[in-house]
């Protein structure tokens, strides 16, 4: 039997941990599954990265259990202050890197913190700062890349070579030695 794959593995597991995040329920079996494969084995270092927890993560799964029994897994008040974005709109912004910022009227070939943010604003009326922006970029494993510095492109029409140079570079005319 030959081994079977899914087409675009990274989206579905970003996939799947949003739907997991959207559910109390969710997250009480995934935490479920997360012990259980545990006491298959598996380390909470190799738990932790299959299940794209931190370490301390699964450690703290595992005390919950220890002393609280399968029920303390379940969700309790959570302290912080609440996602910004729901659950619709965390699909939403993910359907909408995959495009480019200009497509959104940014002026911006590639996607960073600050044009992340402006889009935020935009679409959702979110505000966020740079640095919230590229938690989010890790959150969803989106490459959030620091846009290259344009080049100003000559026109090749009015640069020209003077007759004297040859087109030799400088050093090549000022030594006479053909290798630069």
């Known amino acids: 039997m030959r081994k079977l794959q899914i087409d675009d593995s990274g989206a579905m597991r970003i996939a799947i941990q949003q739907e ?4 109390e329920d969710a997250r009480y079996y995934h935490r479920l599954h997360g012990l259980l494969l545990l006491t298959a084995g598996y380390s909470c270092r190799e738990v932790a990265e299959l299940f794209g927890e931190n370490d301390t993560t699964v450690q703290r799964w595992v005390h919950r259990a220890a002393q609280g029994g399968l029920q ?3 969700e309790s008040e959570r302290p912080g202050r609440p996602r910004s974005l729901d659950a619709a709109q965390w699909r939403q912004l993910r359907a909408d890197l995959e495009r480019s910022p200009r497509d959104f009227g940014l002026n911006r070939a590639v996607w960073d913190g600050a044009s992340l943010s402006a889009h935020l604003w935009r679409r959702f009326e979110v505000h966020l700062g740079v640095r919230q922006c590229q938690r989010i970029f890790r959150q969803m494993g989106h490459p959030a890349r620091k846009p290259r510095p344009q080049v100003p492109q000559s026109d090749q029409t009015t640069v020209s070579v003077p007759p004297s140079a040859g087109g030799a570079h400088p050093y090549q005319q000022a ?3 053909s290798h630069v």
């Open 20 to 23: 997991i995040g959207c559910s």
């Open 72 to 74: 303390a897994l379940r």
């Open 175 to 177: 030594t006479g030695v």
